[in-house]
C-alpha cells in the first residue's frame, strides 16, 4: 500500500502549517502579490530506493530521509501582475 503524502507538510501534521501565497487575504479582498513554489528533485539513486518495495535492509527509517539525503529543494518566487496585460 502506498502511502499518501501532502506537499509541504514537513511535520507529516496533515496541515500546510507555512505560508506559501503572500500579499492578500479574502478578509481584505486584495490579490495576492507573488508565490513561492518549493520543488524537490531527488536523484536517480534516490528514485532506486522510493521503488523498492520495503525499505528493510536500506538504512532508511522513512521515505523523508530518502528525500533528505538524495533530494535538492529550489525555492522559487513567482511575481503575480497587479493587472493583465
Not at 502549517?17 to 490579490?31: A, L
Not at 539513486?45 to 529550489?74: K, M, Q, W
Amino acid at each position: 500500500m502506498q502511502k499518501t503524502t501532502i506537499l509541504n507538510d514537513p511535520d507529516e501534521n496533515g496541515t500546510i502549517d507555512n505560508n506559501y501565497i503572500f500579499g492578500g487575504t479574502d478578509d481584505t479582498g486584495n490579490d495576492a502579490i507573488y508565490a513561492e513554489v518549493v520543488l524537490t528533485i531527488v536523484s536517480d539513486e534516490g528514485l532506486e530506493l522510493l521503488e523498492l518495495p520495503s525499505l528493510a535492509g536500506t538504512g532508511y527509517a522513512s521515505i523523508n530521509d530518502i528525500v533528505r539525503e538524495h533530494g535538492d529543494v529550489f525555492t522559487r518566487r513567482v511575481n503575480f501582475l497587479a493587472r493583465p496585460l
